[in-house]
């Protein structure tokens, strides 16, 4: 058993018309998936934009009302807002957000700002709390006199320190990471990420890691998931994904990911084009009629794929 275990999570958003304003249709924005994160390990979701993946982090946390499935958190479902309030959920699982700015009140000043989770489960004197905020300041790499700055006054990089230290203020044992690096400079994810990975180390966390990079996803993450339409098309470890990809939509990704082999340039570019004339070629045996995902079939006790079987099952 792990850290936590989604089991079934269904999103479904009711789709309304007609002069009645009847529900005629849903959104299958997450349709069925199941994967476990295990203890100060990282957990990988990648697709592209709209294929499900950050419903199912804002889901785990509580921002999303799952229609069906579990969420057990150390053995107890965690789908209803008091099933969280009674264990402390809210406690031991923060997010970090994909906008920095946006997630970072403009009127606070930083102090403020990271002492707010603290305060909501903590009683701690003023004194404490600022030296609470300066520790974790300090991991993250910020100067002490970044307490009495507002966020305007902050790069993206920094703003997204912040975001860091504000996710870890709580000792969480989960940090939901939605894209968490995708906005900023290529050296500033370095050290965005590199901070992630001692912050895990220290903590002993688990991340769930939300990217639509794959060479992101590679250099953070022990587990991955790749997903399209609301399903998981391909799941296994980072070797797996890597090395071996099953779905043809893993590949395309794979190839898109940019090569700096000059020399084998042309190579690469005729590698792509045949990848994305599989991709149209053989899409019956990856999607059904309806352009759904197929159920996942085992390649190994690590690696699953969700591939049409041989007699033409699907699902």
Known sequence: ????????????????????????????????????????????????????????????????KATAGEILFENTNVVSKRARKSIGYNKDVQMIFQDS?????????VLDIIAEPIRNFENLSVQEEKKRVQNLLDIVGMPTDALYKYPHEFSGGQRQRLGVARAVA????????????????????????????????????????????????????????????GRFVEIGTREDIYNNPQHIYTKRLLSAIPKIDVENREKHKQERRKVEQD?????????????????????????QAAIKTTEGGGQ
């Open 101 to 109: 700015m946006s997630s970072l009140n403009p009127k606070k000043r």
């Open 1 to 64: 058993m792990g850290l936590i275990e989604i089991k079934d999570l269904k999103v479904h958003y009711p789709i309304r018309g007609g002069f009645l304003n009847k529900v005629v249709d849903y959104v299958y924005a997450v349709d069925g998936v199941d994967f476990e994160i295990e203890t100060g390990k990282t957990y990988g979701l990648v697709g592209e934009s709209g294929s499900g993946k950050s419903t199912i982090g804002k889901t785990i946390v509580g921002l999303e």
């Open 170 to 229: 709580t000792n969480p044992k989960l940090i939901i990471a939605d894209e968490p690096v995708s906005a900023l400079d290529l050296s500033v994810q370095a050290q965005v990420l590199n901070f992630m990975k001692r912050i895990q180390e220290e903590y002993n966390l688990s991340y769930l890691f939300i990217s639509h990079d794959l060479g992101v996803v590679k250099h953070m993450c022990d587990n991955i998931a790749i997903m399209n339409h």
């Open 279 to 303: 991709f149209r070629d053989l899409y019956s045996q990856y999607y059904d009629e309806n352009g759904r995902v197929y159920d996942l079939k085992t390649i190994s006790p690590t690696h």
